[in-house]
């Protein structure tokens, strides 16, 4: 998890808008998400860990 997040620190850094992942569902649903929005639900997801 830390090497992800490390990842995602400089990206956002960077260029927070771009996307960073494209998601698609079975069902053809499509989800894209950018750096900051990833960042964010990494981060969440890591303190919900620390608990």
Do not use: C
């Amino acid at each position: 998890m830390n090497i992800v997040q490390s990842m995602l620190d400089k990206w956002v850094e960077h260029d927070e808008t771009s996307t960073a992942l494209i998601w698609e569902g079975e069902n053809e649903e499509i989800r894209t998400y950018d750096f900051k929005e990833l960042h964010e639900w990494v981060n969440r997801t890591a303190n919900g860990l620390k608990k």
